[in-house]
């Protein structure tokens, strides 16, 4: 299966790696230091799971030229969307799928408008994977896949990419309800980055304490009354749902917001809490906490600001 990686970070990297090691015909997309490390000695894998091993694939900044992708993962922040979508413009032909595996629940949205709704599925990863230095990417925690068309139909392209998931030892579920698995995904993230991001602190004491429990729950019922109102399939038991899963989860989960913000890098809010927030505006539904949460890492959302 010929598959295209855009955005070699920790949750591309690791599938895309993954896939590669079992003879898929992967191409990686990347820029500077890690497009340039991966060209000259491979992508490296460090896993706490699995071990360590390195694959070797093509890596580019530019797609120009290149055959037609059967699959493209997409894996970029979703402050890139749009730019990427014009970078891998040039592999999607006819058939191609373009699986959105981002943070947020616009980016499929994104996709339809600039490359046809008819390629993009959505995707969820459950991964906890960040990229350690140039060429090498760290796997900590999970490796799960999640993905289906918009409309729930399994389509040929579906069934390939869950056989070549199976080749690869990765866990993969087709989905006929992405967009509800999209969304029970979003209420968790919502929550969980901003609070491992404002308070520095992981999944185990948030859960431990019973005032970031308390404020944890908030925003859930906060963005629960959201999905509820967008018609996502979830109802008010998302909450309890969610809950269970921090209780679940690692002691020592944070969340890829939380190392942006402690490396200076760009956020994600606008299509984290940001959207949730313009959600509430736009259905007159009140989001006092997720306003909170938006307003207090709105300097950083560029990068730390200068003091």
Known sequence: MRIVVMGTGGTGGYFGAKLARAGEDVTFVARGAHREAIERHGLRIRSSIEGEWVVRAPVMEQLAGQPTADVVLFCVKSFDTESAALVIRPVVGAETGIVSVQ???????TLARLLGAQHVLGGVARV??????????????????????????????VQALSAA????GIEAQVSPRIRAALWEKYVFLVTHSAMTALTRRPAGILRQLPETRRLYRLLLEE???????????LGSEVVDGVMAALDGVGAGAYTSLYHDVLHGRRLEIESLQGYAVRLGERHGISTPMLFATYALLRPYRDGSPAA
């Open 165 to 168: 998931c199976a080749r690869a």
């Open 128 to 157: 906890f994977a960040t990229i350690e230095a140039p060429g090498v990417i760290a796997h900590t925690l999970l490796g799960q896949l999640e993905f289906g068309e918009m409309d729930g139909r399994e389509s040929t392209r």
């Open 223 to 233: 963005m629960a009354a959201l999905a509820q109102a967008e018609k996502s399939g």
């Open 103 to 109: 943070n947020g629940v616009d980016n499929e949205e």
